[in-house]
């Protein structure tokens, strides 16, 4: 759970708030998306009815069953949190790129293995004249990556890789 924000204070007589909203708060929140509190040491969902922003840290929120003052009191100065996102799809390792082929200039190949160092991180790389490199695993080599080609395009310094 990632905090979000903190409701301040009440805004109006149905039990609507004002959240105070932290700058992890996600600019593509949606009503349909739960926010959650704490409430007796329990993760409580809180849905929302209407989610209005008021300018960049803070909006008005009318929480679902909270529709009176004193409901809305229950929850006055907790904070607010939303499930962490996962980002399993956009991360990856150097070892995920092994089997793709690989472009460096007008050569071509595949990268076939990858040697995790500390200092200096490599690739294996086997050209299409079956020749086998070792290639720096540095980021600023790698012009682009696409996955779903399993293409990697490989800008090497002069006299890294004799061509």
Do not use: W
């Amino acid at each position: 759970m990632l905090a979000v924000g903190r409701i301040t204070k009440l805004f109006g007589a149905e039990g609507e708030v004002n959240v105070n909203l932290y700058a992890d708060f996600p600019d593509n929140f949606t009503e349909e998306q739960p926010l959650f509190t704490i409430v007796d040491s329990l993760v409580v969902p809180l849905f929302c009815d209407s989610f209005s922003r008021r300018g960049h840290s803070s909006a008005t929120v009318r929480f679902a069953d909270i529709d009176t003052v004193k409901r809305a009191e229950l929850i006055m100065g907790n904070e607010i949190f939303i499930e962490e996102p996962e980002n399993d799809d956009d991360e990856f390792t150097f070892d995920d790129l092994i089997g793709f082929t690989v472009k460096i200039g007008r050569r071509k190949g595949t990268i076939t293995d990858f040697y995790d160092n500390d200092i200096n991180p490599l690739f294996e790389v086997t050209l299409s004249d079956n020749t086998t490199h070792l290639i720096p695993a540095a980021e600023e080599f790698i012009a682009a990556i696409d996955f779903e080609e399993e293409v990697m395009k490989l800008v090497l310094p002069e006299g890294l890789l004799e061509l």
